[in-house]
């Protein structure tokens, strides 16, 4: 069993080492209380503004188009959709660095400043013409991707370590990570959606410039909101006990050990973006295809209507991971996702030409495939990635594997166009885009399930092994931790406990 330096004070005031077993550590601080579980929460919440001002985009591009009819070519709004996806991959790769080599708390204030920052330099976005206006915007979101993207592997970490706190918090820590996450990325979709119609409504249903410059600036309200929180947090036992913050670091060591969990995770949640992404932006056209005549707000609102059903698959899906696993629960609603993206693809046809009901048919059956997304990867993709590895490389291989996964969005969003663009009609194009969709869904599911580990119920367990790797391969571990290698946990054992041990 393996075993950590704990320090127990005695009664001259000199500290007695002994070995306590994780399993015994397990059993002190059980109980977990409303500022742990807060904690947790605020950990990722931020990550609802990366959801909204990603989405956001999707709707604003809509109204842009009919305002800058010339300016807002093809190859522009792709840089538009584009530019934060980039500034993502930047900032995942950037602040998990930070994360893991400064701490969690510098990492989280820098990836708001820069969320902040990008938004509020796009809502205030002018130039000489049109063209300028919108180069202007897709610097500005990319400025705010960077931010938004280092928000996935900081809050990620920062949430799944807060969750490890006591045993009350693991033995929900799926459903608790998922809260700070997925759900809060998939909150900030449905309400960029709800606020979008909101502004548009306000105008009369017209496409103004208004419209666009509010919903932009509405993003910075929730970063700056927790702002004052976040600048509260410390770095959490895990990363105090085991982090590496000195200039060597094992990465040859850790990439050796770790190289088939990091390209799983990283696989998976590419596979999983090429589909969200695109089916997401796309939304308000498949649904708009079902009515030649629809305006601007109804076709909107269809979208938003389909994209809303991701909410409850969250919720469902947070449920069902701290009883089935992370790994399970991912290739369950990759499963089922498939299933009705075939359902759709094949019957694409008659659903489009068969009037009103079958245009409902078309709402209930995507907005069940857009709530499997949810259950399986959109869930877990954060928690079987930041469970799969220590802390000292956790924020990096997170960091690393979500970028994997956000060039997949990139690549989703230029591909699926392309895609539809082959074929002689519309609805064969979108068919065409479902089946592809589905099948690359089935692949996802077999790499879940043959290259990811299963969770550790205590994810200390994975630091020590680690750190026994290291030694074991001749890497001095000494100063690994702000107390080097006197591990002190999270409450002393009692004197009996350590008579036994």
């Known amino acids: 069993m393996a075993s950590v330096k704990a ?9 007695d080492q002994f070995d306590a077993p994780l399993a015994v550590l397990e059993t002190s601080g059980s109980k977990r209380t409303w500022q742990q579980t807060l904690s947790v929460l605020i950990s990722g919440v931020a990550l609802f503004s990366d959801g909204y001002n990603i989405q956001i985009t999707g709707y604003t591009n809509t109204v842009m188009a009919k305002l800058y009819p010339h300016a807002l070519t093809t190859t522009m709004k792709t840089r538009l959709s584009n530019s934060i996806l980039i500034g993502d991959i930047f900032g995942m ?18 990836c708001t400043f820069f969320l902040v920052l990008g938004v509020t330099l796009a809502t205030a976005a002018h130039g000489k013409s049109p063209t300028g206006m919108l180069w202007m915007i897709v610097i500005a979101r990319g400025v705010a991707g960077l931010g938004a993207g280092g928000e996935y592997a900081v809050c990620t970490t920062s949430a799944v370590e807060a969750a490890n706190e006591t045993a009350g918090l693991r033995k929900k820590r799926g459903f608790f990570v998922v809260s700070a996450t997925n759900t809060a990325i998939i909150a900030g979709f449905v309400g960029s959606a709800i606020v979008f119609l909101i502004v548009l ?3 009369g249903g017209e496409p103004t410039e208004g419209v666009w410059r509010i919903c932009f600036g509405i993003g910075i309200v929730l970063p700056l909101t927790i702002f004052i929180f976040r600048m509260r947090m410390v770095d959490s036992t895990l990363y105090r006990k085991h982090g590496i913050a000195r200039k060597a670091f094992p990465y040859k060591l850790a990439l050796r050990r770790y190289w088939k969990p990091l390209f799983g995770c990283s696989f998976a949640w590419f596979m999983y973006d090429t589909v969200i992404y695109p089916f997401n932006l796309l939304a308000p056209t498949l649904a708009a295809g079902f009515n030649s005549k629809a305006t601007l707000l109804q076709s909107n609102g269809w979208g938003a209507l389909i994209n809303f059903f991701a909410l409850p698959g969250c919720i469902f899906g947070s449920l069902l991971i701290d009883r089935l696993g992370p790994r399970q629960t991912y290739a369950f609603g990759m499963v089922m996702v498939a299933i009705f993206g075939f359902a759709i693809g094949g019957a694409m046809e008659p659903l489009r030409t068969g009037g009103t009901g079958a245009f409902a048919a078309f709402v209930v059956l995507f907005g069940l495939f857009q709530s499997f997304l949810s259950v399986g990867p959109g869930n877990n993709n954060f928690l079987v990635s930041s469970e799969s590895f220590p802390t000292p490389v956790r924020g990096q291989f997170v960091g690393l594997a979500a970028a994997i996964g956000k060039a997949g969005a990139a690549v989703g969003t230029q591909v699926y166009p392309l895609i539809i663009a082959r074929f002689p009609t519309v609805i064969k194009g979108h068919q065409a885009m479902f089946c592809i969709g589905s099948a690359t869904c089935l692949l996802c ?13 205590q994810l200390e367990d994975e630091d020590v092994e680690f750190r026994e790797y290291l030694e074991a391969n001749g890497w001095n571990t000494a100063d690994m931790g702000c107390l080097g290698n006197e591990i002190v946990s999270s409450s002393t054992p009692s004197e009996k406990e350590a008579t036994k041990l």
Not at 93 to 110: E, K, P, Q, S, T
Not at 445 to 453: F, G, K, L, Q, R
Request: aromatic share 6%; glycine share 12%; charged share 25%.
């Open 445 to 457: 599911a077999v790499i879940v399930m043959t290259m990811i580990p299963d969770r550790r119920a």
């Open 201 to 203: 409504a306000a105008y």
């Open 93 to 110: 790769l950037l602040f998990g660095l930070c994360a893991d080599r400064l701490g969690r708390r510098w990492g989280i204030v820098g």
């Open 7 to 15: 320090v127990q004070p005695t009664e001259n005031g000199e500290d």
